[in-house]
């Protein structure tokens, strides 16, 4: 089911990346997620919400996609357009327990979800992306200090690992067994990313993955 919604701010944050913000109706859990489309029953996809739990309004980050059949109209969305919208649902949701973030380009949102919801103690947020602009919400996150990682595989600069997270996560020693990792983003992330933690002895149980596809 699909719920009519009021679009309040639509705004580029990276080339071909936009931050839609629209009604908030119903609570969620930070990490939640919820379908969207342009008319009640036209094609819908899924979204990882961005906002922080307490906030009043709902948020989600996404890249347009040339030629789909979504994200190209909602880039154009103005405030006052009507956008359709689920209720929040998915299991990809925070414990208090150390964890590690790990995300691949808009993967970044349901971790800026967990962090405006006063999740962020006791983990660590690893970041990779392509460019320096790919770092979306660098300027939020850049308050967890040490415990904010960029890893970038085709520009550089300061405080930025230069190559894939996979290369990062390769060169540090990991922490001990009861630390969770969640991983969000393409698939070639999130899988390259588990067979690496598990050849590293990370228990199976240990990992909470969200892929999008
Ligand atoms: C759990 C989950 C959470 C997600 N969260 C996010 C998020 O927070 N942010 C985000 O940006 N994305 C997220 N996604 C991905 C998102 O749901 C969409 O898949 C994405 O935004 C593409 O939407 P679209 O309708 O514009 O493109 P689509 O219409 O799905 O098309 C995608 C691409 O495929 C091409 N294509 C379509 N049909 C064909 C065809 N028949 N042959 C060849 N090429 C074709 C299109 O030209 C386009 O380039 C998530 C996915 C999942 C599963």
């Known amino acids: 089911m699909l719920y009519p919604c009021t679009v309040l701010k639509n705004e580029s944050v990276a080339p071909g990346v936009h931050l839609i913000s629209f009604e908030k109706l119903f609570t969620f859990n930070a990490g939640q997620m919820v379908s969207i489309s342009m008319s009640k029953n036209g094609p819908k996809r899924l979204y990882s919400i961005a906002s922080g739990d307490s906030e009043s309004i709902l948020s989600v980050i996404f890249d347009i996609k040339p030629g789909g ?3 190209p109209v909602l880039a154009m969305l ?3 357009d009507v956008i359709f919208c689920s209720k929040p649902q998915g299991s990809f949701t925070e414990s208090v327990e150390p964890a590690f973030w790990i995300a691949s380009g808009t993967g970044i949102a349901p971790f800026r979800s967990m962090f405006r919801s006063g999740l962020s103690n006791n983990k660590t947020l690893i970041h990779g992306g392509r ?3 790919s770092f979306y919400f660098q300027n939020e996150f850049i308050i967890m200090k040490n415990n904010y990682i960029r890893c970038c595989t085709q520009e550089t600069g300061p405080g930025i ?3 894939r997270l996979t290369r990062y996560l390769s060169e540090i020693s990991l922490p001990g067994p009861d630390f969770k990792y969640y991983l969000c983003g393409s698939a070639e992330m999130v899988v390259d990313t588990r067979d690496l933690i598990i050849s590293r002895g990370v228990p199976f149980k240990n990992i909470i993955s969200e892929i999008y596809f």
Do not use: V
């Open 69 to 71: 059949a979504l994200t």
């Open 78 to 80: 103005k405030p006052d």
């Open 161 to 163: 690992f230069e190559g």
């Open 131 to 133: 460019f320096l602009h």
